[in-house]
T-cell receptor
Framework: DAGVTQSPTHLIKTRGQQVTLRCSPKSGHDTVSWYQQALGQGPQFIFQ???????QRGNFPDRFSGHQFPNYSSELNVNALLLGDSALYLC??????????????FGQGTRLTVV | DAKTTQPTSMDCAEGRAANLPCNHSTISGNEYVYWYRQIHSQGPQYIIH???NNETNEMASLIITEDRKSSTLILPHATLRDTAVYYCIVRVAGGNNRLAFGKGNQVVVIP
């Protein structure tokens, strides 16, 4: 059973460019959440997708957007990259049902460096 | 979500039990205690969670005080591979709920 997979593992972009990160959730999961982790900090919640819609959003600007596909996979897009967007981007999958404990499983992350 | 307080860092001896404390004095009745850990440059790994009863799985044990204001994660026989940042998080159960990470507790297992 494949866990959460993310691609690419590393990425270098130039300020002002746009980037797309991809995530495939754990088998059986229908919800994908994205987190940003700056060096030395804990992960910060960006947003969550369920049934192809953004359900929750953290305190991130509109430059951060996403998408979820019918097969539950997801993309994170960041426009007009800033140096401060350099971070580890983590994808977590879970099962949306409110009756379950809802533990989330994380991928290995994409290390984005903006130069 | 209620906030948690953890030590910034701690050392543990290899082969001994590691007891990781967490304070969550403002926890609500419907909030669970979740533990995750993150080994350097990897994604966080789910360890265990509980509501009010003590819980045990193949990785660890979770002891929650009767008033639920604090808890302890116990790694029964710490190994060098347990060196990681450990996060204690409280939140309402359900896969639709976000995880609010703090800075965590950097645990180093010493040979």
């Amino acid at each position: 059973d494949a866990g959460v997979t993310q691609s690419p593992t590393h990425l270098i972009k130039t300020r002002g460019q746009q980037v797309t990160l991809r995530c495939s959730p754990k088998s059986g999961h229908d919800t994908v959440s994205w987190y940003q982790q700056a060096l030395g900090q804990g992960p910060q919640f960006i947003f969550q997708y369920y049934e192809e819609e953004e359900r929750q959003r953290g305190n991130f600007p509109d430059r951060f957007s996403g998408h979820q596909f019918p097969n539950y996979s997801s993309e994170l897009n960041v426009n007009a990259l800033l140096l401060g967007d350099s971070a580890l981007y983590l994808c977590a999958s879970s099962f949306y049902s409110g009756t379950g404990s809802g533990e989330a499983f994380f991928g290995q992350g994409t290390r984005l460096t903006v130069v | 979500d209620a906030k948690t307080t953890q030590p910034t860092s701690m050392d543990c001896a290899e082969g001994r039990a590691a007891n990781l404390p967490c304070n969550h004095s403002t926890i609500s009745g419907n909030e669970y205690v979740y533990w995750y850990r993150q080994i350097h440059s990897q994604g966080p790994q789910y360890i265990i969670h509980g509501l009010k009863n003590n819980e045990t799985n193949e990785m660890a044990s979770l002891i929650i005080t009767e008033d639920r204001k604090s808890s302890t994660l116990i790694l029964p026989h710490a190994t060098l591979r347990d060196t990681a940042v450990y996060y204690c998080i409280v939140r309402v159960a359900g896969g639709n709920n976000r995880l609010a990470f703090g800075k965590g507790n950097q645990v180093v297992v010493i040979p």
